[in-house]
Nanobody, 124 residues
Framework: QVQLVESGGGLVQAGGSLRLSCAAS????????MGWFRQAPGKEREFVAA????????YYVDSVKGRFTISRDNAKNTVYLQMDILKPEDTAVYYC?????????????????WGQGTQVTVSS
């Protein structure tokens, strides 16, 4: 099973940018689509973005379209989330996950192997 480690979170002012990274173990990384999720205090974990195993067809939740960009480097076993024009409502713990199913757009229930998360805090 793939193991994931997120990094790159931090404190940033509204309008700023952060780039999250998710490093995966194992040789099978390139065979899976990957996703990013987030969970704010008191709220359910929500889908943010996903990318196919080849790096194409990125898919985003409406609230981040035009501001966030998901990408991956299969040679480095890493998926990224570039977050621009950050807003206070983007504050959450961000998680990456592996999509073990084949649906596209992806279904939340198909994701697993969650990382430990990285905290993103956007101040107003």
């Amino acid at each position: 099973q793939v193991q994931l480690v997120e990094s790159g979170g931090g404190l940033v002012q509204a309008g700023g940018s952060l780039r999250l990274s998710c490093a995966a173990s194992g040789r099978t990384f390139s065979t899976y689509a990957m996703g990013w999720f987030r969970q704010a205090p008191g709220k359910e974990r929500e889908f943010v973005a996903a990318i196919t195993r080849s790096g194409g067809s990125p898919y985003y939740v409406d609230s981040v379209k035009g501001r966030f960009t998901i990408s991956r480097d299969n040679a480095k076993n890493t998926v990224y989330l570039q977050m621009d024009i950050l807003k206070p409502e983007d504050t959450a713990v961000y998680y990456c996950a592996v999509q073990y199913g084949g649906s596209w757009p992806p279904r939340r229930v198909e994701f697993g192997s969650w990382g430990q998360g990285t905290q993103v805090t956007v101040s107003s």
